[in-house]
């Protein structure tokens, strides 16, 4: 039993119609931050267990679960009296297996048949004539959440709680750390997920065989007699007891122990690998389970990450797992087929791009995607000397601050300037190409026709010198190229500065060409270096604009 879609419309930073397409065993989701990867991990375990940050639904409605701008967008009609109506949440969790068949309808976003769930937080139209009369009396500033209603329903239009739905999450956050009663939710959770019915029963009939112990207690009966003399409050009996109510029932106010150690007082590492290791050993033959783990790279050493990717691998086989992450060390442990690229509210899965491009991002070391995608701008470049003259431009002309103080990252990427655009025209990231025209403007345009002329796309930007230079040097029997960027670094100077920059003293120009050739990256380091004023080609301005 698997969760095969997640569709959101309007919850936290999710604003239009999202849909992610799920795989049955790992799921490995990486973007930067605010990109939504935690939202997509609250939003299954919302659907699923109708709890938020370790607290039912129910009991914590307030407009910060609303997309920041629907909500702007709604109270701006009301005070222009053009009100739209008031926004809501949609999640929806499509599942597939054995067991869903009693959710299986079309009451769905999209109308289709499919066994699934839905959680609707939306106004209750009940209270339409008195809402009516609010916005005829008053001004209204924020969203008026105490006229919305939740909705838990299957896809066959039937009212669930979660002992309805057979999928059962775990959600394992190491980002954080919610206790309760000096418990740990998650970890209650989970321990009672182990245990079958029968074990359930025998721990509660422990816990109150703990409070007639405790009743029972020669000194409790003593302070209880002493309470009953003194308390003249009530009329009825005043005493100390265990409190089991079913708020308070054994699995929250039980607390767990590792060594002889109350487990909210151990290191977050460490809780997050028990949480994560008994989350997979959940075993039930008539329940399946989807594990939800929140950059498990958090609060871990490298052996420890190391020691919680391995027990994934192992363990997780049979099981749906949704890992949230930051980090190409577990994007690359976990297995990059597995990844599921964010940005900017839109999905890539790695599996789906060009068979040429997906082989070659499975294969290049250092994994560079990553940094494509976790920063807000990234400028391509073809090598180190190419990125060296870019983060020197940025600098003069940024007050010295480096490119990725600001959330620009300069990268190099050999000639593979495509196979990057490719990700970055599937999910809108701003991307800026610097290259070299090598004397070929026409084959320069056609290699970038999908992105120049009247292909041209907002957030990507190819920048080049469309001038070609010519001349006469030829080295070791080849035409020198004019047309790459130390030549037009010294075409936007002149000899006599280079030189100074260079600490040379070449007289002919063609003698500094051939050293420049040779020596690229240690030019490029003596220009980064250099308290000297400089000019950058036009082009190399372009690309930090």
Same mark, same amino acid.
């Given at each position: 039993m698997k969760i095969t879609k997640l569709i959101i419309e309007n919850f936290k930073c999710f604003k239009n119609t999202f849909t992610l397409d799920l795989d049955d065993g790992l799921n490995l989701i990486v973007g930067d931050n605010e990109a939504g990867k935690s939202t997509i991990l609250e939003a299954i375990n919302l659907g699923l267990t109708g709890v938020f940050n370790g607290r039912y639904i129910k009991n914590q409605l307030d407009q910060y679960l609303f997309n920041d701008q629907s909500i702007i967008e709604y109270l701006a009609s009301l005070s222009n009296d053009t009100p739209l109506a008031p926004p809501r949440i949609t999640i929806e969790i499509h599942m597939k297996g054995e067991g869903t068949a009693h959710l299986e309808g079309n009451d769905n976003i999209k109308k289709i048949p499919s066994s699934g769930v839905s959680l609707l937080i939306e106004f209750d139209e009940s209270f339409a004539a008195e809402?009516?009369?609010? #916005? =005829?009396?008053?001004? %209204?500033? &924020?969203?008026?959440?105490?006229?919305?209603?939740?909705?838990?329903?299957?896809?066959?239009?039937?009212?669930?709680?979660?002992?309805?739905?057979? #999928? =059962?999450?775990?959600? %394992?956050? &190491?980002?954080s750390s919610k206790h309760q009663n000096g418990s740990d939710v998650y970890i209650g959770r989970i321990v009672k997920e182990l245990l079958t019915s029968e074990e359930i029963v025998s721990v509660s009939q422990a816990h109150r065989k703990m409070k007639e112990t405790f009743i029972g207690d020669q000194s409790i009966t003593a302070i209880n007699e002493k309470i009953k003399l003194a308390a003249k409050v009530s009329n009825k009996e005043v005493m100390l007891s265990v409190d089991l109510s079913s708020k308070n029932a054994w699995e929250s106010s039980l607390t767990t122990y590792l060594d002889n150690v109350p487990f909210h007082y151990i290191g977050k590492g460490e809780q997050c690998i028990i949480k994560t290791n008994l989350a997979l050993a959940h075993d039930k033959a008539q329940e399946a389970n989807v594990v939800l783990v929140e950059e498990p790279e958090n609060h871990l050493s490298h052996s420890k990450l190391n020691q919680l990717i391995k027990t994934i691998k192992e363990n997780g086989e049979g099981k749906q797992v949704i890992v949230t992450t930051h980090s190409s060390f577990v994007a690359n442990k976990l297995g990059l087929s597995s990844l599921i690229l964010l940005n900017d509210c839109n999905a890539l899965r790695l599996n789906t791009l060009s068979p040429s491009t997906h082989a070659f991002f499975q294969k290049i070391p250092g994994y560079d995607t990553l940094r494509l995608l976790l920063c807000q701008k990234a400028i391509l470049v073809e090598g180190d000397s190419d990125e060296l003259i870019i983060q020197k431009a940025y600098m003069k002309n940024n007050g010295g601050r480096l490119p990725i103080e600001d959330g620009i990252d300069v990268i190099s990427v050999g000639l593979s300037f495509l196979r990057f655009l490719e990700i970055a025209t599937r999910l809108n990231k701003d991307t800026c190409v610097v290259t070299d025209s090598d004397g070929d403007v026409d084959a320069l345009m056609k290699k970038y026709t999908n992105y120049l002329g009247e292909n041209k796309q907002d957030n990507i930007k190819i920048c080049f010198d469309p001038v070609i230079d010519i001349g006469d040097l030829v080295i070791s029997g080849k035409a020198f190229n004019y047309n790459t960027l130390e030549p037009k670094i010294i075409k936007s100077n002149n000899l006599e500065l280079v030189n100074e920059i260079l600490g040379k003293k070449y007289t002919d120009l063609d003698d500094l060409y051939r050293f420049m050739k040779a020596n690229k990256t240690d030019c490029a380091m003596k220009f980064f270096d250099t308290e000297i004023g400089f000019n950058f080609p036009d082009f190399i301005l372009e690309a930090i604009q």
């Open positions: 809402y009516e009369s609010l #916005l =005829k009396n008053e001004d %209204i500033k &924020s969203l008026p959440i105490e006229y919305y209603a939740i909705t838990w329903k299957s896809f066959a239009r039937e009212a669930i709680t979660s002992r309805s739905i057979p #999928l =059962k999450s775990s959600f %394992i956050d &190491s980002t």
